[in-house]
């Protein structure tokens, strides 16, 4: 069977158990999706489906290579397109369906997104340096200080922790507890925050 699905986060809210705990959730739009191409061990090298998300706005202004790739699945294109595993042996093909309900409560996934990009920021913002005193005359606020030695190497080494871009980058967060499954709305429950802002696009793919 296939192993993950494409979805959009909605929010976090909070559920109660049988218990009465509340759990923080992200909610996810997941799907329904369509399987673009099939990746094979004979052709490829691996078992894959690439799969696209279909949205409620069909995707406008396609380049015409694009549209020949999904003419050959039989499917529209579509914005969102990436690659999740397959069982092997699995006879998924183009064209088919992948909904939300091959996902159970209290699967474990692993779910990528790109995480919220905060811009162009400084070493406190962006490390956590601490920074120098606050009192007036020290003209040290919130330099970074020292960045290397002049003599020796005469060179800043790489890896320095300096001012830079923030956020906007490919974030895994590994091993999350599926809590609901809601099939009829393709909607997935997952145990506290996932990467990325509202309405951003995100992948599920089941742990192995």
Not at 146 to 170: C, D, E, L
Request: aromatic share 6%.
């Amino acid at each position: 069977m296939v192993r993950g699905i494409l979805g959009k986060k909605i929010g976090m809210t909070q559920i109660f158990d049988d218990e009465g705990r509340a759990i923080p959730v992200t909610v996810v739009e997941a799907g329904p999706c369509v399987i673009v191409q099939r990746k094979s061990l004979e052709k490829d090298g691996y078992e894959a489906v690439q799969i696209g998300l279909v949205e409620k706005r069909p995707r406008r202004n396609v380049p015409k290579p694009i549209i020949g790739h999904f003419a050959a699945a039989g499917v529209p294109p579509t914005r969102f397109v990436a690659e999740v595993p397959v069982d092997t042996g699995d006879e998924a093909k183009p064209g088919d369906a992948v909904l939300a309900d091959i996902f159970a409560a209290d699967d474990t996934v692993h779910v990528v997104g790109k995480s919220k990009g905060r811009g162009f920021q400084g070493v406190i913002k962006r490390h956590g340096f601490g920074g120098g005193r606050a009192t007036h005359g020290s003209m040290f606020h919130r330099a970074p200080g020292s960045i290397g030695r002049s003599a020796w190497p005469s060179r800043v080494f790489p890896g320095q922790k300096m001012p830079g871009q923030t956020g906007n980058k490919r974030i895994t967060v590994k091993n999350a507890t599926v809590v609901k499954v809601d099939a009829e709305r393709n909607l997935i429950f997952l145990k506290g925050g996932v990467p990325g802002a509202r309405n951003s696009y995100i992948r599920i793919v089941k742990a192995s």
